[in-house]
């Protein structure tokens, strides 16, 4: 199974938006580009909400049969590794192996030698097409990358060993995700440890780097932007040259991670994508659950109602609901209006506060990156909560499908 050039992740809190989510595709095709959908939910979103891999795959196949989508599709087992891939192998065809807890943690010292050895030919002045600057390439640097990473990617290959072993090689695409690490990988560093998932016999089709500043939950991109820019383009360049070198899918590309609205990187990414004829996976899994929210409250007292109460609780609960996000979130508390102003808001003010438009005055990042995290409440309070939004279905879906095409497909594939 190959994955097309472009795809995107459409991850869906409480699996009400696929069609929402397909039409925004649709409008994409119909201006002259395919971009395939992957429906990602990870262990702790599912622990979080109460739902179940083939919740996803459900909604998914529904959704394309509804909307008689005519191209690829996926389900993607998101961030998983050994302890919890079992859960997901049946409902899924796209597996985020998330190997980044692993970076660090010491192979045996064979390992090293051996991988050492094998990428004796690149010892020297190793220079990457389209690279301007050559990488002095030592046996210590590549101990050093090999101490940092190979425990890693051996993971990486147990897990996708142990996939392949259940559904055949051939019936799944395989992402490795290192972008949860401590600190960006330089590009020579993404060169071998793509060198090393080649050596594990990992047909890795997406890899998902970390890149340079920060990508938080539900907001823009916080960085240089133009650092973010040269190190995505060299990164490019890595990806087409060990997928030649080492054997690798000729459909290996790279996958820009998190939930993060990354509106000021998609010219860039647009432009480099272009230039270099390259494919990219995007996932903007969390900003449908925002997009319903804004939806809720425009839909009339009882949604408006509904996520007032939402806020409410997780103004309360901020220490909790973000500590399994620890490091992509960061909200100022001292910002955040008090649960007793927000019960006074009208529709239009608490989507300006949530939508992510930063020309209106209204608009909080912190109150964004709140939400983010609080649809735990949402999905504790139950029928409660999935009745008023089945209620306002028309006015959330018109949310996902405008936000996903205006505000990230079309600036990134269209250019526009």
Known sequence: MNIDKYSIGIGDRFGREGVAQLRALERTEAAGIVVAPVWNKSYREHSLSGTRPEDVRAEADSAVRAAGWGHPYYVDADHVGMKTVDAFVSSCNFFTLDVADFIGQPAPDHAITSFIADMAPFRGVLRIPGIEAPFDVTDAVLEKIGRQYLYAVSEAGRTYRHVAAAKGADNFVTEVSIDEAAEPQLPFELFFVLGALGREQVPVQTIAPKFSGKFLKGIDYVGDVRAFGRQFEADLCVVRHASRVFGLP??????????????????????????????????????????????????????????????????????????????????????????????AFTPGQFAGYLRHDPSCTDFSVDVRQLMHVAFKVAAEMGAEFLGALDAAHEFTGRCVTENLFDRHLRPLMLGV
């Open 250 to 343: 000729p459909s290996l590309k790279l996958s820009v991670h998190t939930g993060s609205d990354k509106f000021s990187l998609y010219p860039l990414i647009h432009q480099a994508l272009g230039a270099h004829g390259a494919g990219l996976h995007l996932k903007t899994a969390g900003t449908t659950w925002l997009e319903e929210t804004i939806g809720l409250a425009l839909s009339g007292p009882r949604g408006l109602g509904v996520v007032k109460r939402i806020y409410a609780q997780a103004f309360a609960r901020l220490d909790e609901l973000c500590k399994p996000y620890a490091t992509v979130v960061e909200i100022d508390r001292s910002k955040l209006p008090p649960p007793s102003a927000v019960a």
